[in-house]
T-cell receptor, first 113, second 111 residues
Framework: EAQVTQNPRYLITVTGKKLTVTCSQNMNHEYMSWYRQDPGLGLRQIYYSMNVEVTDKGDVPEGYKVSRKEKRNFPLILESPSPNQTSLYFC????????????FGDGTRLSIL | RKEVEQDPGPFNVPEGATVAFNCTYSNSASQSFFWYRQDCRKEPKLLMSVYSSGNEDGRFTAQLNRASQYISLLIRDSKLSDSATYLCVVVPEAGSYQLTFGKGTKLSVIP
């Protein structure tokens, strides 16, 4: 089954404790992206990657890091989480040949206390 | 002017009604357009792409008006299961893989 898998689905943690949200896709997609979704603000892009070792900032990259060492994986790293990073996070992927809609993971709900 | 704007709603309509949403975009160079559906606390899912000539998929019709820079989604014969938030999504320019999302329009279909 074609899918984008995020882990964990839910996490409550404390300010300053480094965390990583993993994202993996099994569709051999080149493009992967991270979004956060907040009430009243909609979906905002954090970082994206066009292929292995190619990443770039989206609209709200501050406080986040990403890496793309393998095509299937695109982890999101919060080195020193803060309460304003409490949000619902989505990972998405798509092919880059032609304009393709993106496939989303189930989401990760992060609460930073 | 915001890049992609949608009426947040909520639109409360009875079963069987026809409902239409519009979405305006500010970048005239925008090339590709989609409608996504998002159920509460779930991931967005592609509903349909929007083609220049307009396109239909069952009870759903999408249209693009480049001159006025808006896209629309028409839902006929609304079902309870259509209750969701509908997101307008725009690719800002040719060759871009970045998506700009509207904030969504909430639809509630009432028995």
């Amino acid at each position: 089954e074609a899918q984008v898998t995020q882990n964990p689905r839910y996490l409550i943690t404390v300010t300053g404790k480094k965390l990583t949200v993993t994202c993996s896709q099994n569709m051999n997609h080149e493009y992967m992206s991270w979004y956060r979704q907040d009430p009243g603000l909609g979906l905002r892009q954090i970082y994206y990657s066009m292929n292995v070792e190619v990443t770039d900032k989206g609209d709200v990259p501050e406080g986040y890091k990403v890496s793309r060492k393998e095509k299937r994986n695109f982890p999101l790293i919060l080195e020193s989480p803060s309460p304003n990073q409490t949000s619902l996070y989505f990972c998405a992927s798509s092919p880059i040949h032609g304009v393709q809609p993106q496939h989303f993971g189930d989401g990760t709900r992060l609460s930073i206390l | 002017r915001k890049e992609v704007e949608q009426d947040p709603g909520p639109f409360n309509v009875p079963e069987g009604a026809t409902v239409a949403f519009n979405c305006t975009y500010s970048n005239s160079a925008s090339q590709s357009f989609f409608w996504y559906r998002q159920d509460c606390r779930k991931e967005p899912k592609l509903l349909m792409s929007v083609y220049s000539s307009g396109n239909e998929d069952g009870r759903f019709t999408a249209q693009l008006n480049r001159a006025s820079q808006y896209i629309s989604l028409l839902i006929r014969d609304s079902k309870l299961s259509d209750s969701a938030t509908y997101l307008c999504v725009v690719v800002p320019e040719a060759g871009s893989y970045q998506l700009t999302f509207g904030k969504g329009t909430k639809l509630s279909v009432i028995p």
